[in-house]
């Protein structure tokens, strides 16, 4: 009698819900790592912008491309549904201005989500509740309408890129303030050296490893 094969494939009937969960967490993981590799490989860096000395992250050429932009909201949902499942989808996608408006809302929509704008103060209409953040020259704020997410909902934080944390860990608190429930936070790239999760007040996902390079900054 010949060996068997260590996992049944999930297209035979027999298979169990098991080797069915299995082989599709299998299969997602792959598709994940696929991605991850085409969206880095499509990064661009600038030196000495904005000013000599930096290195600019720059991940607009997610964008440009219609095929990279599909990529990369298909792997922050297959990230996102691995990790939460089908009964924790979040009911909110919050994004941080300015670049988390760029994919925020396409996220939102791929889950079945609502989108949330956070805005520099002034810019919203409207009641709003407002959280300070530092900056490296002073303080700045922002803004969320009040009636933006209901208490109990569940929400996510999405932005392109983590440094120093400040302005995520005051778009976590706006989500609080309104009674909503904060899941996590979700960015592209992370700037390792700053440390900028360790403010953040649950869990924290960077999809794609930033480059390597003096200084890396974004605005």
Not at 61 to 67: G, H
Not at 96 to 116: D, Q, T
Not at 196 to 217: D, F, I, N
């Amino acid at each position: 009698m010949s060996d068997l094969p260590l996992h049944i494939p999930r297209d035979i009937p027999n298979a169990s819900a098991a080797d069915r969960v299995t082989s599709t967490t299998s299969s997602s993981t792959s598709e994940l790592s696929r991605l991850k590799v085409r969206l880095h490989k499509s990064l661009r860096q600038f030196p000495d912008f904005p000013i000599p000395g930096i290195l600019f992250e720059d991940i607009l050429p997610l964008f440009v491309d219609a095929q990279l932009h599909q990529d990369l909201i298909r792997a922050l949902e297959l990230h996102i549904r691995s990790c939460y499942g089908q009964e924790q989808m979040p009911d909110i996608i919050v994004g941080l201005e300015a670049r988390g408006f760029l994919f925020g809302p396409s996220l939102a929509l791929r889950l079945g989500s609502g989108f949330v704008p956070v805005r520099k103060r002034g810019k919203l209409p409207g009641p709003t509740e407002t959280a300070a953040y530092d900056k490296e020259y002073g303080q700045d704020f922002f803004q969320i309408q009040a009636d933006g997410i209901k208490p109990g909902q569940s929400v996510l934080v999405v932005d392109d890129i983590i440094a120093t944390g400040g302005s995520a860990a005051a778009a976590g608190s706006l989500v609080t303030k309104l009674g909503g429930t904060l899941l996590g936070y979700v960015f592209i790239l992370e700037l390792d050296s700053l440390k900028g999760r360790e403010k953040l007040e649950a869990s924290v996902y960077t999809l794609l490893s930033s480059q390597e390079g003096p200084s890396p900054v974004t605005s």
